[in-house]
């Protein structure tokens, strides 16, 4: 039984030695062609953009220059391309206020998520406004990274958590019937008829500033709403849903044809137009005294 078992080694032996001899040859090859593979990668990341160590002060500055000042020129209410004039202010006071005093002198990649975090859950402001900032910080790191001034990765915003951004601080006082009466009865034109108008129809501040006599059809008792009016400005409406024709009831519109007569200037260049003293309520200031509707 042994001789047999002993030709059988034999007769395998040619053969282990052959698969012995690929089997050296084939291991170095893919051995070497992996670690140059991996060489190759570590050595396309060294030749990759270098990062230019960049105060988060001066990541604010470019971000002015090129996001707002070049693309929101003063007067001018931005296209669809361009941010509204509202998002540029509100941009601005966020930046002056708040991100720059505080982050001005960190490098880019010193402003950490931890510390941004205990930042904004140190400062006395509403959960809502927090999230504003937070988001303004987000979209500032996007332009760090696309300017090449910080590694690409996660958003380091993307760590940070502001709750109870969508909860009221405050119910909102709801008038009863009664006390809406009362209330108009205190109130001098043109408060009175812009209360009246707020409460028949669901308009925002900035669409009854933007009114215009021309798009109130008497006759079939319809309002046609297209514009808005925020900090001075004509714009489109916020929603597409916005736009849309009420319906006039027809003692409302008995109120709006009695302002209308009452106006010195019907055919003036007014918008809802008050004195400059109401500027805190809204943002259009004249030098007149009317309050009405654009022909």
Known sequence: MGLPLARRESRRKPEAAEHDRWHCQSVPDRSSGSQGIRRDSRRANQSGPQVRPTSFGALVDRFVLEEISNKQPIGIEAGETGLAYSTCTSYLSMLNRHIKPKWKDYLVTEVRPALVQEWLNGKQAAPKYKGHIKALMRRLFEKAMLWE??????????????????????????????????????????????????????????????????????????????????????????????????????????????????????????????????????????????FGLRA
């Open 149 to 290: 001034l910080m590694p690409l990765h996660r958003n380091p915003m993307e760590l940070v958590e502001v709750r109870g951004i969508s909860k009221r601080q405050r119910r909102p006082r709801i008038l009863t019937l009664e006390e809406f009466f009362a209330l108009v009865t205190l109130l001098p034109d043109p408060y009175r008829t812009m209360v009246i108008v707020a409460q028949c129809t669901g308009l925002r501040v900035s669409e009854i500033l933007a009114l215009r006599w021309s798009r109130i059809n008497f006759e079939s008792l319809t309002m046609v709403v297209k514009q808005a009016v925020v900090n001075g400005r004509v714009k489109g409406l916020k929603t597409d849903y916005s736009e849309d024709e009420l319906p006039l009831d027809l003692a409302f519109a008995t109120i709006l044809l009695r302002w209308k007569a009452s106006v010195p200037y019907p055919r003036g260049i007014g918008y809802f137009r008050v004195q400059s003293q109401v500027a805190a309520i809204t943002p259009v200031q004249s030098n007149k005294t009317t």
